[in-house]
């Protein structure tokens, strides 16, 4: 059972440019959400989707964009990389139809930018 | 509003110990509070939650103190073991924008020593 499954697990890229961080999970859940993690701030919001072909933006939305083509993938995208964008990237999903339902994380991937 | 605030940012306890975390939050419209636990190169997984009109939550040696009208909660962990080295995050959640989204606190780093 892989429930989240994020790639690539680490990249390092030089200042200015692009690339995409690719989520997918096998739990069949409509809402997903990509969160960085930086030391001594917790997680936040990047972006989110409710369904397939929907997203909304987050707590930081600013340098990022987002796809949702599948319900099972969403895509986060890095179109002018920034040293500020150096952290580590966790998606998540959850379930739609219940109220307090958990979001399943994946192990993260680590992005240098240099 | 949005914030969640907790502390300490780390704490070392002797095996056999209790570890205590403490969080506070000001938006009185959320209404689930999950706790995370994280290790080192992997992603959040939820540890234990409570509903804000239930004022203590155990799970084993996990249990969740809820004080409404503080607006405060904390994870206690009863006879801590190494392998609950760790870093916790509380959490926060409502439904905003057609999804439920969580507000992260930023984390305790946890150690306990042999």
């Known amino acids: 059972n892989a429930g989240v499954t994020q790639t690539p697990k680490f990249r390092v890229l030089k200042t200015g440019q692009s690339m995409t961080l690719l989520c997918a999970q096998d739990m069949n859940h409509e809402y997903m959400y990509w969160y960085r993690q930086d030391p001594g701030m917790g997680l936040r919001l990047i972006h989110y989707s409710v369904g397939e072909g929907t997203t909304a933006k987050g707590e930081v939305p600013d340098g990022y964009n987002v796809s949702r083509l599948k319900k099972q993938n969403f895509l986060l995208g890095l179109e002018s990389a920034a040293p500020s964008q150096t952290s580590v990237y966790f998606c998540?999903?959850?379930?739609?139809?219940?109220?307090?339902?958990?979001?399943?994380f994946g192990d993260g991937t680590r992005l240098s930018i240099l | 509003q949005q914030q969640v605030k907790q502390s300490p940012q780390s704490l070392i306890v002797q095996k056999g110990g209790i570890s205590i975390i403490n969080c506070a939050y000001e938006?009185?419209?959320?209404?689930?509070f999950p706790w995370y636990q994280q290790f080192p190169g992997k992603g959040p997984a939820l540890l234990i939650a409570?509903?804000?009109?239930?004022s203590e939550k155990k799970e084993g040696r996990f249990t969740i103190s809820f004080n409404k009208s503080a607006k405060q909660f904390s994870l206690h962990i009863m006879d801590s073991q190494p392998g609950d080295s760790a870093t916790y995050f509380c959490a926060a959640s409502k439904k905003m924008d057609s999804s439920y989204k969580l507000i992260f606190g930023s984390g305790t780093r946890l150690l306990v020593r042999p």
């Open positions: 938006n009185t419209a959320f209404d689930y």
């Open positions: 998540a999903s959850r379930n739609r139809a219940l109220k307090n339902q958990p979001q399943h």
């Open positions: 409570i509903r804000p009109d239930v």
